[in-house]
């Protein structure tokens, strides 16, 4: 952990309080770097291929935040082999679709409290092919947005402002 110069180190050596004045304008009052991210989310997926021409999928996506956090703006992509013809997709929140311009499965779920978790299951035909290839299984992305959730496990736990009486 790095301060700026204005704050007291004194005060946070003591009892981890952050005691300062600021100084005019914008300024940054510490940067620190963490070895360990808390990860918000398990997602276990299994995918298995039946035959030549279909692939099953079973991905679960647990939140792993306190239920008072709520995840935004969810969305996993999901590869599918490229001689993807047909989807049949069930989810038990959220919406999914096939975006054949990029070979994924783009499952939305628009929010998910802390705790919770969500399934996609079903299966993919495949169109045939002369000859078989085999298909190298991307892993699977995601973006997100959990407001006041820190990947560092920080936290404010209250601030204080005073200003002196005029």
């Not at 180190?9 to 940054?28: A, C, N, S, V, W």
């Not at 996506?61 to 239920?67: F, G, N, T």
């Not at 995601?142 to 496990?153: H, K, L």
């Amino acid at each position: 952990v790095t301060f700026h110069q204005c704050v007291r180190l004194h005060r946070y050596e003591q009892d981890k309080t952050i005691m300062f004045i600021p100084p005019d304008g914008e300024f940054q009052l510490m940067t620190y770097r963490i070895n360990k991210c808390n990860l918000p989310f398990d997602v276990s997926a299994t995918v298995g291929e039946k035959g030549r021409n279909r692939v099953e999928y079973h991905v679960r996506l647990k939140a792993r935040y306190e239920a008072y956090n709520v995840g935004q703006e969810i969305v996993l992509s999901i590869p599918v082999p490229t001689n993807t013809a047909k989807t049949n997709i069930k989810t038990t929140g959220g919406k999914s679709d096939y975006v054949a311009t990029k070979h994924v499965l783009e499952w939305k779920i628009p929010k998910l409290s802390g705790g919770q978790s969500v399934v996609l299951k079903g299966d993919i035909k495949l169109m045939h092919l002369i000859e078989d290839k085999a298909w190298n299984r991307p892993p699977i992305t995601m973006q997100f947005t959990i407001p006041m959730w820190p990947a560092s496990g920080i936290k404010v736990r209250f601030l204080n402002v005073q200003e002196p009486k005029m």
